[in-house]
């Protein structure tokens, strides 16, 4: 499970609760953070010196200056030890936000300029307690022209705050993943032309790093829970024939639907993805075929993606049994069955192996007729 994420202390005059809770609201909707908002009011029997002190206890001390909430008259002598000394020697981040036109010393850092809620400053002030970005290197080389709006608008709709956006341009989706890296802890890219559900689940469990072991309603209940604990973001590209809600994980984690590819890398001639795209659309070549479902058959062993095992070996059953090539459908019914016992569904094994054995297998004249009770049958 994730963690709680990083906890943060608002110090804030209780003039300011308004103010307070939209940026709480704002750090822990799109920020990880778990803030404090009651305890860092500052009671009639406080002050903001003696508040940040006992602000200590957490990752983050914030303290919104404003009018109702100032420096204490007198020297800084009197402030720093609280204000920045302390907080050093203690290991603990502080922030300051400016609430108003009550302007902090320059002395101190780090300052966000927060009047009126301006998004600016508080993406500014989130990817300062983030403290993290993603990696985007995919997003590079494509320019952007569109209006800064644009960016914003989808800013609000998926950085901000988890949700889910769409665009029908790969350019303005690159340009935003740039401007709003920080805002996510990574950026996954799906190109969904041509390709199956379960090829696309297999693609991201192997960007996250994650071994999808179960058939394809499993992987994608295990990707959900794993996405949606984390802020992600992930990128689905000219979904045309998939259903984009199966890669809207919720939680944390945001969707952008793009109504267009980017540049796509050619993958490797012998990679399962390009395995995959020969089996979308076949050839007449049936040897070469036959040697590429082999390959494929042991990159997808080996990186445990057994549900695009399966659906491969489905697809070169059919076009064996379109062939009537009764080894090729012993070999792939054989590896059916493998993956349907492994997946605990044991009915569709034993029909599948039945068949099998019965129609695809070598068969051996016996001296004696098999008696009832070793003649495989349904139940």
């Known amino acids: 499970m994730q963690a709680l994420g990083t906890t943060v202390f608002p110090c804030h005059a209780a003039a300011d609760n308004r103010i307070a809770a939209e940026i709480a609201s704002f750090l822990e909707a799109g920020g990880d953070a778990r803030v404090f908002l009651a305890e860092g009011e500052i009671r009639p029997n406080e002050d903001l010196l003696s508040k940040a002190r006992e602000a200590q206890t957490a990752d983050v001390i914030l303290v919104l200056f404003s009018y109702h909430c100032a420096l204490p008259p007198g020297t800084r002598s009197q402030w720093e030890p609280a204000l920045v000394e302390e907080p050093k020697d203690q290991g603990v981040r502080i922030g300051f936000v400016q609430c108003d ?81 920080e805002d996510f802890d ?11 559900v379960a090829a696309l689940a297999g693609d991201l469990g192997a960007q996250l790093g994650l071994r999808l072991e179960s058939d394809l309603p499993g992987n994608l209940a295990r990707l959900r829970q794993f996405c949606s604990a984390r802020r992600f973001l992930v990128l689905l590209e000219e979904p045309t024939g998939i259903d984009p809600g199966l890669f809207t994980f919720g939680g944390n984690c945001s969707t952008l639907i793009v109504g267009e590819s980017g540049p796509m890398e050619r993958p490797c001639a012998d990679s399962l993805r390009a395995i995959q795209s020969e089996f979308a659309h076949p050839g007449d070549d049936w040897t070469e075929l036959c040697r590429l479902a082999r390959i494929g058959r042991r990159v997808a062993r080996e990186q445990n993606r057994i549900a695009e095992l399966y659906e491969l070996m489905q697809q070169w059953y059919a076009l064996a049994e379109a062939r009537e090539d009764r080894h090729i459908l012993d070999e792939s019914a054989r590896e059916m069955v493998w993956i349907l016992e492994g997946w605990d569904r044991f009915a569709e094994a034993t029909q599948l192996e039945c068949r099998r054995g019965s129609e695809f297998a070598d068969q051996m004249t016996l001296p004696f007729d098999a008696g009832p009770e070793q003649a495989c049958h349904n139940d």
């Open 101 to 181: 036109d009550w302007v902090p010393p320059r002395t101190l850092l780090h300052r966000f300029d927060c009047r009126g809620l301006a998004p600016q400053g508080l993406r500014e002030l989130k990817r300062w307690i983030r403290g993290r970005a993603a990696t985007t290197l995919f997003a590079e080389g494509v320019g952007f022209t569109g209006a800064p709006s644009e960016l914003d608008d989808l800013g609000g709709a998926v950085a901000d705050r988890p949700g889910v956006g769409s665009t029908g341009s790969a350019a303005l989706a690159y340009a935003f993943v740039r401007a709003f890296a």
């Open 186 to 196: 990574e950026v996954f890219r799906l190109e969904c032309p041509g390709r199956t």
